[in-house]
């Protein structure tokens, strides 16, 4: 975490230099500002993993000679033939198409979205994958 932290810090000390620079030679407060927030985002990252790190140690990923045995090798129980993360998706794109077209539209993708939403919950209490 503590190179995860410094790569932002980076970030952030690149950010306000640019800004500083566009606001110099543009005069374009907007895009300063829009850059400099920019580079603020990075920092408050930045902040969070260096002072995290300092609190949980040292990790895999911060030793240079680290195997990748090292790490936690539990990273949760993902489906890898499930279908409805394709129809969450699909029903959230209808969901804010409705907004910009039609209203109809949006309580389609609201019944497509709670359907999908049902689906990937209770995948594998029914069907071919209930256990």
């Known amino acids: 975490m503590n190179i995860g932290g410094k790569l932002f810090a980076y970030g952030a ?3 306000f230099t640019i800004a500083t620079v566009y606001g110099l030679m543009s005069h374009d407060p907007i895009g300063t500002t829009v850059i400099a ?3 603020g985002l990075a920092f408050l990252v930045a902040f969070y993993s260096l002072f995290t790190s300092k609190r949980v140690g040292p990790l895999p990923e911060d030793n240079e000679i680290a195997r990748i045995e090292d790490a936690d090798t539990d990273y949760g129980f993902f489906s890898p033939h499930s279908i409805w993360p394709l129809a969450l ?3 959230t794109f209808l969901f804010v198409m409705g907004f910009v077209f039609a209203n109809w539209l ?3 993708g609201v019944i497509a979205l709670l359907y999908s939403v049902f689906g990937l919950i209770f995948e594998y209490y ?3 994958f209930a256990n």
């Open 106 to 108: 949006a309580v389609l």
């Open 126 to 128: 029914r069907g071919d």
């Open 37 to 39: 927030m920019t580079g």
């Open 89 to 91: 998706g699909f029903s």
């Open 13 to 15: 000390l690149l950010y």
